[in-house]
């Protein structure tokens, strides 16, 4: 009778789980692309794991389920590693869980779920259950806008800085014209003036002496 | 009173850093690596030299010798050769105002690009998420992240050129600040353009080397050079090679624009001229080829970075859908597996078989861009893969701007210098005056190319604003200088000024070579736009992710035609206006 009833179970379990059965998920892990040399091999311990954290997940979803470990049943399992899993309802006979309940659950403990695998949504995939993607933090102030303020600053500071520094410029050139202008206005002082430039204002030693107009004592014939 | 003397640069090295400044732009990097690689790749560079001697060289010597003596602008320039010809000044001051209206907007991109790349991750490595967060935005999806950032978050474009948009308020923020930055370095002329000048023509090379540097020790970047420098000789039998090689140096120098011989007539009168037209213009062709060699070694990186995620990608979906262990499927053995698999599953297979791309380097390899395309999403994606892609990102985009406003000083040079030589306008106002005039003018113009359909119309102005009349522009020049102002007369001015007349190279490239040239030019690009009937232009689709052809509506036709007409007509109607103003003064005269 035992041998019966186990196999009637095996039978029973064997028609809830099977690939894109009512209330089924695919699972898809990806442990040697996560973890690289670290990976660990997939055997019936990490299985077991597996289907514990499952029982938990339902469990803290609804405070009414109290799923057992061996409500849940695995099957299908590739060398990729993927299998199909189903969690069966102890109260009612023969049936599963429905599905929106059992995606709900792990979504609320997905991060419970990956951290015990050392994994994350990328390596672990259940195949029908999206997951939200997490949203880049964006400052109150756009990064942009702050270098673009800073740069602004300095760019009008130094226009500023060129037109005072040019109207002063201007001021003191129209100061020293009219002084010039006033200075030739006066007839009385005779104001030597060669080619219009006042001989003041030339800096005579600066000069050059063109050697060819250079008084030359030798040039006259002596008497 | 003492007659205010010209502004001269403080030496002449100043004049060589602005020439180069000037010369040395955008066209260098994004245009040139995309004619070496559709034109036969190292083969190019027989074309490209042969025009540099034939065309560059004389034609920019000509135009530093005629700014140098003359002394002026090129409105003043053109009147002293002959009264009839300064039509010639004023199409070329016509086209410089058209060239910066829309130039700085490339600026304000750089700019744009420049804010967004103190952040991690880079804006442009990842698509941003859509509204419920459950994916990624589905623009970005079906294109990828660098192209949704600039079609998308610079330009905001719109599907067509009619629906015209908004003005994108942060891309007003950056052009203000572009021109901001030019009448900065413009603000007090010689004194301030010499000085700005030595850091925007050194710069671009240090982040070219660096760039080189970094380029070459790229994983694929041996790739790339092999793949685009292995010339490819039967192309140089396509005529579209050697017309390309001559257009690229002559809008590579920047003839025509008066931008060099406003340079020049801050010379001092004893300035080989010579000697900077050959330095100038040796240096800019080997800042193309150098410029090249950077961007192949990019393209490689990309190129090798794409065919191996796509290798990746193919790996996972034959390993997800046929559940195989993991590793079981590497790159090497991807084509026996297929085979393999195909012949086990052959129904699952043939399900997945959609999905199934061949990934191949040269194909990745083949993909061809230029212009703003090269420049902003291409090595965009390419620096989002490398290391410490801020610190890339920066430095690339302070390069731009360095190009961008060195050729900006160039062009404002080129309008301003006419503004304060004619002594109707300087008289009345300072120079400080006359520049922010032209600044806030062109920036408020510019406008239009900050809003939604602003790309289309920058793209327009970009093709043909200046391309035809600029052909005219110096073939018009050559043969007053040659013929007109006479070559004697021309050999003897230089032999003032430099000391030796030019030997009969010279001679023969003016009077013959460089006319011939430019004349097939200009008589190729004309029958290419009259055969070519309907003119049409690249949209984005944003339902598609791409770019689609479109035709032109009628009044971006007009507007084309009245670019081309407003610099070309001021040619003959400058000499027309003489004609008129000297009959009156000779009947005036008769009359007393």
Known sequence: VLLLSLSVVAIAHAELCKPDAQNAFKVRLSIKTALGDNAYAWDANEEYLFKAMVAFSMRRYSSKRTTQISNVLLCNVTGRVSFWFVVTDSSKNVTTVPGSEIEAAIRMNRNRINSAFLLSDKTLQFLKITSTLSPPVEPSTPAWLIVFGVVLCLIVAGIVFLIVGGIRQHKKKNKESAERESLEEKDEVTVTAENGIACESLDLKAGHINGVFAADDERFTSL | ?592
């Open chain 2, 1 to 592: 009173a003492m007659e205010k003397s010209r502004p001269l640069w403080d030496n002449p090295l100043q004049f060589i850093f602005a020439c180069i400044s000037y010369a040395v732009g955008l066209g260098n990097v994004w245009r040139f690596p995309y004619l070496c690689q559709m034109y036969g790749g190292g083969g190019f560079l027989i074309p490209y030299l042969i025009m540099l001697v034939a065309e560059g060289m004389p034609l920019l010597y000509l135009e530093l010798a005629v700014g140098q003596r003359m002394r002026q602008g090129s409105i003043g320039a053109w009147k002293i050769i002959s009264p009839y010809l300064c039509g010639v000044g004023v199409a070329s001051v016509v086209v410089s105002f058209f060239l910066s209206m829309y130039y700085n907007v490339i600026n304000a991109w750089a700019f744009w690009y420049l804010f967004h790349s103190f952040q991690d991750p880079l804006p442009w490595a990842t698509c941003p998420l859509n509204i419920n967060h459950t994916g990624y935005e589905e623009e970005c999806e079906k294109t990828s992240s660098t192209q949704y950032f600039w079609y998308r978050q610079t330009l905001n474009i719109s599907p067509s050129l009619e629906t015209s948009g908004s003005v994108q308020w942060e891309q007003a923020l950056c052009l203000t600040l572009a021109w901001l930055v030019v009448y900065l370095c413009i603000l007090r002329g010689t004194q301030s353009t010499g000085k700005v000048v030595y850091v925007t023509a050194s710069l671009p090379y240090c982040v070219l080397i660096i760039y080189l540097i970094r380029g070459l020790t790229l994983h694929g970047a041996l790739n790339g050079l092999i793949y685009m420098f292995t010339p490819k000789l039967e192309q140089l039998s396509n005529p579209k090679a050697w017309i390309s090689a001559a257009t690229q140096i002559f809008f590579s120098l920047g003839l025509g624009f008066g931008s060099l011989i406003a340079f020049a007539s801050y010379n001092e009168p004893s300035n080989n001229c010579e000697r900077h037209a050959v330095i100038v213009s040796l240096i800019n062709s080997t800042t193309s080829i150098f410029a090249s060699i950077v961007t192949f070694s990019i393209y490689g990186f990309k190129a090798t970075f794409n065919y191996e995620s796509c290798i990746s990608k193919m790996i996972l979906l034959l390993m997800n859908a046929f559940d195989l262990e993991e590793g079981s499927l590497t790159a090497d053995n991807l084509s026996e597996m297929k085979d393999y698999l195909m012949a086990t599953h052959p129904r699952e297979y043939a399900q997945l078989l959609p999905q199934l791309k061949n990934c191949s380097l040269e194909a990745e390899l083949d993909t061809a861009v230029q212009g703003t395309g090269l420049a902003f999403i291409v090595y965009s994606e390419a620096i989002k893969n490398m290391e410490v892609p801020q610190l890339y990102s920066v430095l690339y985009f302070v390069m731009l701007l360095m190009l961008g406003i060195g050729s900006m000083l160039g062009n404002t040079a080129a309008i301003l210098t006419p503004l304060t030589d004619s002594k109707a306008i300087a008289a009345r106002f300072p120079k400080e005056v006359i520049s922010g005039a032209v600044c806030f003018f062109n920036c408020v113009i510019g406008l239009i190319f900050t809003m939604e359909a602003g790309n289309y119309w920058f793209d327009i102005f970009n093709d043909y604003a200046a391309t035809l009349s600029l052909l005219l522009i110096v073939l018009v020049e050559t043969i007053a200088v040659c013929y007109i102002y006479g070559i004697r007369r021309f050999e003897k001015d230089l032999h003032t000024m430099i000391g030796h007349k030019p030997n009969w190279y010279w001679k023969i490239m003016w009077t013959f070579a460089s006319p011939l040239l430019i004349i097939s030019l200009f008589i190729f690009y004309l029958s290419d736009y009259i055969l070519t009937g309907a003119l049409q232009y690249q949209a984005w689709d944003a339902t598609q992710g791409q770019l689609v052809t479109k035709d032109y509506p009628s009044y971006a036709l007009a507007l084309i035609g009245l670019l081309v007409a407003a610099s070309t007509m001021c040619i003959p109607l400058g000499a027309l206006v003489t004609f008129i103003r000297k009959r009156l003064e000779r009947e005036s005269v008769s009359t007393i």
